[in-house]
Nanobody
Framework: VQLQASGGGLVQPGGSLRLSCAASGISLDDHAVGWFRQAPGKEREAVSCISSVDRSTHYADSVKGRFTISRDNAKNTVYLEMNSLEPEDTAIYYC???????????????????WGQGTQVTVSS
């Protein structure tokens, strides 16, 4: 099983990035998928998560209205569109998958079975 997170980079404040989480070895059809981030000296936190069944979503308050999570089951990939980026968004972003065939949207790291390697997002002028 492998989750490949990509799309990070250096962007100026107000800019945009789209992160991708491509899975191999599992089908994301029956997995909830979450994007988490971890900044230096801080705990890993849930940014946005999407359920497997009805595409229910969760967003951290700090990213509501700026980030959008979506999934393309045909490509076995989940995306995180990030707009109006702020320096506070700087972190390593990880995607994770949780086997569940419910509408649950888990937001804690303990729920997730598989993790990607992370992609660095740096927002700076």
């Amino acid at each position: 099983v492998q989750l490949q997170a990509s799309g990070g980079g250096l962007v100026q404040p107000g800019g945009s990035l789209r992160l991708s989480c491509a899975a191999s070895g599992i089908s994301l059809d029956d997995h909830a998928v979450g994007w988490f981030r971890q900044a230096p000296g801080k705990e890993r936190e849930a940014v946005s998560c999407i359920s497997s069944v009805d595409r229910s979503t969760h967003y951290a308050d700090s990213v509501k209205g700026r980030f959008t999570i979506s999934r393309d089951n045909a490509k076995n990939t989940v995306y995180l569109e990030m707009n109006s980026l702020e320096p506070e968004d700087t972190a390593i972003y990880y995607c994770a998958a949780d086997y569940t065939v419910t509408g649950a949207v888990p937001t804690t790291t303990a729920h997730y079975d598989y993790w990607g390697q992370g992609t660095q997002v740096t927002v700076s002028s």
